[in-house]
């Protein structure tokens, strides 16, 4: 059983940064592939990033690539997304989520997995 707490969203304008971590409890979060997903108003959950439990490999969305970068620091627990040159279309829930399947193609949908935060809101204003 994982538990996962997210943090570090807000409000900004467009062009800034936000810093998104997500603690686990439990003794085994480096066993686990973590992703990280968003859900806007009245939009299904959209996946963003994914990184395979030894932080080596990592994936990302086109919408995303090249402005936001997942990470993760076993030792602690937790992972992490920053998000550069955000824009107002980048306005939703950023949720984190933990799944005991093999990084791989799989782990970009957000059926496959196991566990989820509550959720973090990020709000990018014009």
Not at 30 to 53: C, D, N
Not at 91 to 111: L, W
């Amino acid at each position: 059983q994982v538990q996962l707490v997210e943090s570090g969203g807000g409000l900004v304008q467009a062009g800034g940064s936000l810093r998104l971590s997500c603690a686990a409890s439990g003794r085994t979060f480096s066993m686990y592939t973590m992703g990280w997903f968003r859900q806007a108003p009245g939009k299904e959950h959209e996946f963003l990033a994914v990184i395979s439990w030894s932080g080596g490999r990592t994936y990302y969305a086109d919408s995303v690539k090249g402005r936001f970068t997942i990470s993760r620091d076993n030792a602690k627990n937790t992972v992490y997304l920053q998000m550069n040159s955000l824009t107002p279309e980048d306005t939703a829930v950023y949720y984190c989520a933990a799944t005991k399947a093999t990084y791989g193609s799989g782990t970009r949908y957000h059926r496959n997995y196991d566990y989820w935060g509550q959720g973090t809101q990020v709000t990018v204003s014009s």
